[in-house]
């Protein structure tokens, strides 16, 4: 999946709750690892850290649709 390729899917599952400058030190870690998953898990791991030390931060999951669009 192209770098590109994951902004779009991923401005079209958040919306306008999307926030660029938000996710893209996470995209370019693991896009930077070059689908080195190991590489990427550790370059991501500094940003979960910071995520998780931000007071009122709130994970949602949204639930999965019963049926996935075709691609």
Same mark, same amino acid.
């Given at each position: 999946?192209?770098? !590109?390729?994951?902004?779009?899917?991923?401005?079209?599952?958040? +919306?306008?709750?999307?926030?660029?400058?938000?996710?893209? !030190?996470?995209?370019?870690?693991?896009?930077?690892?070059? +689908?080195?998953?190991?590489?990427?898990?550790?370059?991501?791991?500094?940003?979960?850290? #910071? #995520?998780?030390?931000?007071?009122?931060?709130?994970?949602?999951?949204?639930?999965? !649709?019963?049926?996935? !669009?075709?691609?």
């Amino acid at each position: 999946l192209s770098l !590109p390729n994951a902004e779009i899917r991923l401005q079209a599952h958040l +919306g306008n709750r999307f926030i660029d400058a938000d996710w893209r !030190p996470a995209l370019r870690a693991v896009m930077d690892a070059e +689908g080195d998953s190991e590489a990427a898990v550790i370059a991501i791991k500094p940003l979960e850290q #910071a #995520a998780m030390r931000r007071l009122g931060l709130t994970i949602r999951i949204s639930l999965r !649709p019963k049926e996935l !669009p075709q691609l």
